[in-house]
């Protein structure tokens, strides 16, 4: 990764230089770490905190349609990964090679997995026999390795946790139905647990993955109007399964080749909450996927019956919330600028005059909004207020997403568009690859996908002229 800044005393304003507020957000708030190997972030707990709350929920979804968790090597034989010519090409530019176990020079270099398709496609081709061995339906949780040039935290690293799914069917109509299934898992995951709103589409052949017949997506839009693909599906059809042999004897005794799908979400979901929800105070994380959703802060904790209020609140909020409490010996100020810092949802405060009053105030992450509320009352009202802070964080990300996409019909608006107000661009396309490269070439944006839900903007291509064929959503992204 870039050589970082010392560690961040104060936020950068995102106004001022949203790359900058990143990092000092990262940083500040303990998510990850530069590590002696370039490239290669350490994640910190609180960032595995996130990423296994992520992980929870996304095993729980996926599992709910079927989908069963295996292990495969870390390593691909360098014959193996030539099997399929498209995704060896795809992939060469980014891939760590292995050459000597120990002291001895390996009789055939392997590479550290970049992704695991030609690895599942050699244990299907021995493990698929017959239609009662379909469908497959694997997933694992890993890390992977791919080289990259320029990186940034979560968002771009040489190494990686994800999980990667790989399924096998016996129809093409199958592997589509489960690819377009589990982009909507994706979606769903997204919106209800970490209170993003995404495009759902498909990508262009110039920007799918290497090997695949079609890829489908989520895009999201950050804070500073850059575009975040957030998690992808793959059909494959039946190109891998013929490049490596991967048959079954169907109902009516004939060979076939089965068709294959793939799916992927990465620790870059992290940079997506980041850059969505943050403020110039740290994180703003939704309830939802919160490692700590309630932190009771005690105030004068020195005086009598203080601290043991203060336990008692947290024991209580405990049985229903993720709950801490900070019991250092800071200031409040300082408690409450980490909490703020943290993306902590709610904090509780509790001094000598609110024991007297029997009750304690709930301050929210996301408005700062305070609310008095009796002892009795104040489990009740934390569930409440948690609820309507992760809707309405769904909500504002939206409204923001939706004030912040354009809509073009020629050339010139697309180009004044693109440099002059981020966001996403919504613009007709002919379906021709050179003009999609001139948008890349001259305004340094990409499509991001084709919406399934299209529009017809106009009926010429925003780009050359000539008859369009798909509207597209367009722009800078990460």
Sequence with gaps: MAKEKKLVEAIT????????????????????????????????????????????????????????????????????????KDHVEGFAPEVAWVTHGGLTELPERMCVRPTSETLFCDFYSRDIHSYRDLPRVYNQWCSVVRWEKETRPFLRTREFLWQEGHTAHATAEEAEERTIQMLNVYADFCEEILAIPVLKGVKTDKEKFAGAVSTYTIEALMHDGKALQSGT???????????????????????????????????????????????????????????????????????????????????????????????SDKGPGFKFAEAEMRGIPVRIEVGPKDIEAGQAVIVRRDTREKITVSFEELSAKVGEILETMQKEMLERARAHRDAHTYTATNYEEFKDILANKPGFVKAMWCGDRACEDKVKEELSATSRCMPFEQEELSDVCVCCGKKAKKMVVWGKAY
């Design 13 to 84: 304003s995102m106004n001022e230089d949203f790359a900058q507020w990143y990092t000092d957000v990262v940083k500040k708030a303990e998510l990850c770490d530069y590590t002696s190997v370039k490239g290669f972030m350490a994640i910190k707990p609180y960032g595995y905190a996130i990423w296994e709350n992520i992980q929870h929920e996304l095993d729980r979804r996926f599992k709910a349609t079927g989908v069963q968790n295996v292990a495969m090597p870390m390593f691909i034989p360098e014959s193996l990964l030539d099997k399929e």
């Design 233 to 327: 599906s793959h059909n494959f059809g039946d190109g891998f399964a013929k490049a490596f042999d991967v048959t079954f004897a169907d109902k009516d005794n004939k060979i076939k080749h089965v068709y294959q799908t793939s799916w992927g979400m990465t620790t870059r979901i992290i940079g997506a909450l980041i850059m969505v929800h943050g403020d110039d105070s740290g994180l703003v994380l939704p309830p939802r996927i919160a490692p700590t959703q309630v932190t009771v802060i005690p105030i004068a904790a020195h005086k009598e019956g203080v601290m043991d209020k203060a336990y008692a609140l947290k024991e209580e909020l405990a049985k229903n919330f993720r709950t801490t409490i900070d019991d």
